[in-house]
Every structure is written in C-alpha cells, then in structure tokens.
C-alpha cells in the first residue's frame, strides 16, 4: 500500500485502491479482508493451553501438598502418594476448565462492546465492526467518532481531530481534503485521519488507506502489550481475606500437630493429617470461584443488554444510591413525531405517528397543502435541508426508519409528509458549507445557494435562535422583531413544552454570493424567526415500570435532559419521578458548589443541561456520600462518565469517545437496562457471599471436628485422604453452582449496600460461628460414639460419611440466608442438585468400590449407619431452614450498612 497517500489528490488516491465514493461492493470488501486480514492491532500471543494448565500447580498450598506426596512416596506410602497426586491433577483440570471459560466470556463481551464504523458499501451506509474495514472502504465520521483506520480525507466539514495520542500535539488539528506536494511529518499531513484519533468537531468522509498493524499506530508499536486484567476491590479484599483466612488455619493446624503428637500419634500421619486439614480448610478456590461467578453474571447482564467494560462496575452497581438518566431515549422511545408547528402566530397540527412519512396538517381543523403556504413550505424545507439524517427502509422492508438523530428525523418525515423529497431538495439547494450541532451552541446551520445569493438555514434551541433573531417572518415579508413576538412566540414554545412536546426553532440569514466560509459571527444576531415544531418523545413504558422498582430499591432517579424545562417536568410526572424541585443549567450555573451541595439532595430534574455541568452535579452528589451511576453518550459526556462511581455509555448513540469513558454500556439505551444491571449486580454480590458462607462455616466445622477427636479421644477421626477427597468432591463441586443460584427476585427490594460493607459483614460471621460449632460438635459426637463400638476403619468411614452429609445439606442451607429451600425452590439450581447428585455418586464409590475402599481404608457400611450420617446432616438442615422461618433476619446484623456510622 502507498505509504505518501498525503501526496495524492482525492480521486488519485481512489483510483490507487480502486475505490470510488460509493464504495466498495460487498464482495470485494470479503475479498480484501482475506487479503489484508482484520483490522486490529496484534496484542500479546495468547497463552497456550498447557502453560494455563500448568499455572493451575503455582500455589502455595499445592507446594504444601506435593511435598507430602514425596514424603508419602518416601516412606512407601503409595495409595496416600498416588490420592494426592490424583487430586492435585483434578484440581488443576477444574481450575482450567473454569478460568478458560472465563476467559471465553471475558472475550465475548470485549467483542460485543468493540469498536464500530460507519462505512459506505454498495451505495449504502452500514455500521460494522471497526475490524471489518478494509483498505479502500469509505469510512464516514463524525463528532466523537474514535477513527477505526489510517485514512485519507476524501470530504471535509469543519474537521477538527485529536492527535494527542500520535503526535503529542494537545489542541485539536484542522483537517482539509487538499494533496500536499512535498513530504511532511505526520502531525502536518492535514488530508489524513489516523487509527486511534479522536473527531473532536465536524464530519467527514474519508478512504481507508491502512488498516490494522500497517496503521501508524501498528507501526509504532509493532505488537502491543496485553492490558492486565484489572484487580477490583471485590477481588482485592478476597485475596486479603483469603491471606488472613491462610494464617488462621494455619494456626489452628499448628495446634493440631502439637495436640497429635502430645497424643502420641505417629508423627507421619499426624504430618500428612495436618496438610490435608489444612488444604480442606483453606479456602484456596475462593478467588477461580468469584472470577467465575463475575464472569458469569456479565454475560447475564448482556443478555439485558448492559455490556460491563470494568468488572469493578459489577460490585458497585449493587451500592448504587443514585441514578442519572438522560431522557431522551433512556427514558423515552427516542422515536420523535412532529405534532404541531406554531408558523406566522397560526398552529398548524400535523398527523401521523413514528418515521412513517404520511399524514396531514390541518389549521383550525381544517386541511391545508403545506405547498401552497409559503411560510409553512419554508419552515419545512429549513427543517429538512439543515438536517445530517435520512430516511431509511427496515430489515424487513417495511417503511421507514431513521438513520441519525431522532429530532432531526422528525423534522425530515415532516417535510417528506408535505411532499418534499431530500435528494431533491439538496440537488437543487446543495450545502455549501456547515456549523454541525454542538450542546454548547445549541444550534446547527447550512449554507446553500439560492437566487444567485446565499442563505443559512438555521435550526435549534427556542432560547437560542431567539436570541441571535434580529427579524420574523410574517406572511411572505420580513419584519423587525419586536419584544412583544418574543413574547409571543415564548408563550407557544411554553404552551407546546407544557404538553410534554420538544420545541426546535427554525431561522434563516440571506448572506453575499462571495461568502463560502460560515462563521458563528454571520449568524449571532441577524436571523430571521421563522417558526417552531413540537415534536413528541414519550416515556417508555418499562421505563416507568424500573423508576417504580429503583423506589422499592432505594435507589433515586434524577433526569438529566438538555431539554425545555416545562417538557422535562411533563416527562418526569409522566414517568413519577420522585418530587423535587427542577434546575435549569442557567440556574446551575449561577450556583456556587455550595450552593450546589445544600440543593442537590432536593432536585428531581435539571433541565436545559449542557454536558460539562454534569461533572458538577455528579461531585455534589458524591459529596454526600452517594454512590453515582451516570448515563451520558456525547464527547463532553467523558469527564462525568470517568468522575461517577458507575459510568454508562449508550451503546446506539454513544459516542466512542464516551464508550471509553464508561464502566457499562447500554446496548439498547433503555434505562430499564440500568435497572436491570443494577438487579444482576446485586444477585451477583448475594450469590458470593453464599459461596463465602458456605465454604468457611463448612470448612471451620471440619477443623472444629479435628482438633476436638484429637483433645477428647486421642485419635484422628479421618485419614489425610479422606479429608482430601471431602475437599475436592464436596467443596469445590458444590461452590461454583451456588455462585449461578438464579435471582431471588427481592434484589430490587434490599437496601443498597454500603461501600464500606464488604462481603463479609457481622451477622454472616455470626452465622459461620453458628454453624460450624453444629457441624464440628455433631461430626466429633459420632466418632466419640463410634470409635469404641467398631474397628477404627468403621468408626473413620462414618465419620467420612457423616462429615460429607453435613456438606451436602449445608450446601442446600448456603442458598439463602433469609428464604427456606421451600420459597427459592427446591429445582431451581439444577446445577447445585447435578453437583450434589454427582457428589453422592461418587462417595458411594469411595465406600462401597473395592479399590476405592482400599485407597481411602472405608469399609462399607450398613442402611442403619448411613441413616445416622445422613440424620446428623438433616438435623442440622432442619435446624437451619426453621431459623428462617421464625427468624429470617437473624444473622442480618451489617448486613447493608456498617455498624459504625461516619
């Protein structure tokens, strides 16, 4: 590929690819996908599948128990030896399997939130994947687009691009489509767009030159460094817990050996006792099993549509006290239909619901032909020619649909109701030149050609296009603006807004014939006021459904809309926000933070909101300690993305650079999909403190168990292996499908958990305490009562079996610390009755397989002592499942917020 595309003119560097304007057809662009490959930079080679196999053996605690293996292996004591070894390799084939699927789900979801670019291909604009670009593709940008390749500018409107990443230059360039003759240095070449640069203004098309590792970027580093994955502090605090949970155990199995050996056991057995005590006791799955569960419940939430970019967002969704929402279509359709436009002091009203271009308009009920008003018919054509949207089939060949923005598409299907045709129009008024729609300016203008001269048309805000309106439109002719048609056409712009209808202005300015250049200065202060179109957006009806559910949930819905204030508290009775006073951005902006501060716990709505205010009201909010999800989709969302404890990009109009920003994204922009995640990142939570509980309390009551046969009967009431193979069958099979226990359905109905409630609290300690003093207690009772009636090999069998019956009902007691096995149940985690189903099955070969019995020195046992294992596990079981009965909240003691108040 020519490496000077800078040199060329536009049409040289089309020919050069063999590309034309259009684009490529759909078969050559297969065609160059195979040849150049996809459009991505190589990260780090994965790592092969042995060498993650293998990483499952770097632990400490395996170190621990391969040298007991030697040792066993040292003194002939195989069967020991070969169990152990047995039981490292399975750890290790389960630890494999479970960080590969991870892993898998980790990928799939990086694949959904990918990169996307709009191209031109077979006349037709299509959005794809930033990896299917290929050189010769005829990539469309505009503000806030990240730009997927290295390209050559073929179509420039006010360009401007962040090179910062590339060049070190801070200010954004101005973009041109001109050849320039001579070699210059890549922060000079103004015809080309680089992979990885940000559209900070304008649109654009330009020709993919290259793509992937050939890009400049590619070539600046020819293979880049895979990110590592980063550690949240859920992950944090479990490694931290586990290290102390190591040290305790530890401790206790150091008295075991001294207890052991003052009984006068031999020092082997009490050696390899001790390691298998202190393998089954540690936790050491903890940290694969909460990877697991988080990998599992992202891709739960991307079934609901809320892709997670930062797994940190999974914890913190379920601590959320505050959502802001945008409205328009988070908690609206985003589907606009002019109802009504307000031309010359008259109301016209116009019919027809959606894209779909027909209907009528009617003033005073009576039908008109918009062609026959000129007023009308210009209002119309304004509308559609300062437009960047068009009218497109859907999949199915049903019309219509919209590509752009909602708003601007309203305006279009207007214009095509009144029998105007776009194409038409800009053939015979082509665009000259633009200022595109910025927040800031609240206004979009064109320049086209027209009676020898030229005009801008001009659309946007009422306050705005007021503002800078020097005349008005009456009947055909151009008359001063007077206070009092401000006055008036306030009054409509306020009645339309009262009625939950978004108002847009329409303006024009007749310029000299020389002019090609349109500045802000030709605008500000000459318009002429043409007129106003109400437009519709109505609130989604899930959309009422979850601001009812964030109630129940303690969570508060604050709207963030740029729109009118009167249409922002139509909408916000509508969908029964919580009362509270509305702020306009002009109000805000007079505040000091303080101020700010002492208001913001009080206001439902901020209405006519520009993007850089938000970062302010997201810090006022955090400043009273409120955790903050933030929806936002433009360039200058960014900063209040990156600032919210939860930042939330709108996956359809989304902008890259505020995808980037955010820790979730939506892909269907529906804020019932906020609501939604916030359920999941709350189950995901509940569903790792059951798994916490779960192996704590069962492996505290193991050690319990031990150290009290040792003390009182002076014997080990289980073998090394055995207490190995209750550790591998029992804990691990069990822990991982209660991390996938399905939804309560009373997440929505928990307070929301403070951020300095980790996910062990005081009442879940208490429950520990509780459980494992039962299960310890109840195991050592039955081997003191064994242990003289039967030969030791019995008594350690019943033992074994009795301890395994504890784990296999304590892992049904484990799903819910509140609700019986009754309310949640008793099907609906199949994967928890396969592992116990499985667990059994295996243990019956433990006892009852002649090779297996003489690996794990069992003997088989009678019905009536099985009914006593199995009556010593139920008892507890029954025990546990009446406490939630009487008393559900028991053990809920910290459970949301800390003991201690700030």
Known sequence: MNAQWHLL???????????????????????????????????????????????????????????????????????????????????????????????????????????????????????????????????????????????????????????????????????????????????????????????????????????????????????????????????????????????????????????????????LEVFLLAVAAAVSAIPEGLPTVVTVVLAVGMRIMARRNAIIRKLVAVETLGSATVICSDKTGTLTLNEMTVQRLYVDGQIIEVTGEGYIPRGEFRRDGQLIDPQNEPSVNLMLRIGALCNDSFLTRKDDDECCDIYGDPTEGALLVAATKAGMNKEKLEKAYPRLDEIPFQSEKQYMATLHPRDGGRVVYVKGSVERILAHSKYRLKGEQVVPLTEKDAAVITQANTDMASQALRVIATAYVDLPSELEDLQDAHIRGNLVFVGLAGMADLPREEAREAVKLCKQAGIRVVMITGDHKVTAESIARQLDLPPGKTVTGLELQQMTDEELYDQVEDISVFARIEPLHKLRIVNALKSHGHVVAMTGDGVNDAPALKAANIGIAMGITGTDVAKESSDMILV??????????????????????????????????????????????????????????????????????????????????????????????????????????????????????????????????ITFCTMVAFEWFRAFNARSDEYTIFKLGIFRNRWLLMAIAGAIALQMLAVYAPFMQVAFSTVPLTVEKWGIALLAGGSLFIIEETRKVLFPRLFSLGKWQPLKKD
Not at 136 to 149: A, H, M, N, R, Y
Request: aromatic share 6%; glycine share 6%.
């Open 9 to 267: 003119r536009p049409d040289e560097a089309l020919s050069a690819l063999n590309s034309k304007r259009s684009g490529l057809i759909e078969t050559e662009a297969k065609s160059r996908l195979l040849q150049y490959g996809p459009n991505e930079l190589q990260g780090k080679k994965k790592t092969p599948p042995i060498l993650v196999f293998l990483r499952q053996f770097l632990s400490p605690l395996i170190y621990v128990l391969m040298v007991a293996a030697i040792i066993s292996l040292i003194v002939e004591h195989f069967i020991d030896a070969g169990v152990i070894f047995s039981v490292l390799v399975l750890n290790a084939v389960i630890g494999f399997i479970q960080e590969t699927r991870a892993e898998k789900a980790m990928a799939a979801l990086i694949q959904m939130a990918a990169p996307k670019a709009r191209v031109r291909r077979d006349g037709n604009i299509r959005l794809i994947s930033a990896r299917e670009v290929v050189p010769g593709d005829i990539v469309l940008l505009e503000t806030g687009d990240l730009v997927p390749v290295d390209a050559r500018l073929i179509e420039v409107s006010n360009l401007k691009v962040n090179e910062a990443m590339l060049t070190g230059e801070s200010m954004p360039v101005d973009k041109s489509t001109d050849a320039i003759r001579e070699d210059v240095p890549m922060a000079e070449r103004k015809n080309m767009v680089h992979m990885g640069t940000i559209v900070n203004y304008g649109r654009a098309t330009a020709m993919a030159v290259r793509t992937g590792m050939a890009t400049d970027i590619g070539q600046i580093a020819t293979a880049i460094q895979e990110i590592k994955p980063e550690k949240t502090p859920l992950q944090k605090n479990i490694s931290k817990l586990s290290r102390y949970i190591v040290v305790f155990f530890l401790v206790i199995c150091a008295l075991l050996v001294v207890v052991g050996l003052l009984k006068g056991l031999d020092w």
């Open 668 to 797: 269907d922009d529906n804020f019932a999909s906020v609501v939604a995640a916030v359920e999941e990142g709350r189950a995901i939570f509940n569903r790792l403190r059951n798994v916490l509980f779960f192996l704590l309390s069962t492996n505290l009551g193991e050690l319990l168990a031990l150290t009290l046969a040792l003390l009182f009967v002076g014997k080990a009431p289980l073998l090394a292996v055995q207490i190995i193979w209750i550790n591998l069958v029992t804990d691990t099979t069990a822990a991982v499908p209660l991390g996938l226990e399905p939804k309560v359905g009373d997440e929505l109905r928990q307070p929301p958990r403070h951020p300095r409630v980790g996910m062990v609290f005081p009442g879940l300690l208490l429950r520990i305490i509780f459980m494992a003093t039962f299960m310890g207690v109840g195991i050592f009772l039955i081997f003191r009562w064994a242990e003289p009636r039967m030969s030791i090999e019995e008594a350690r069998t």
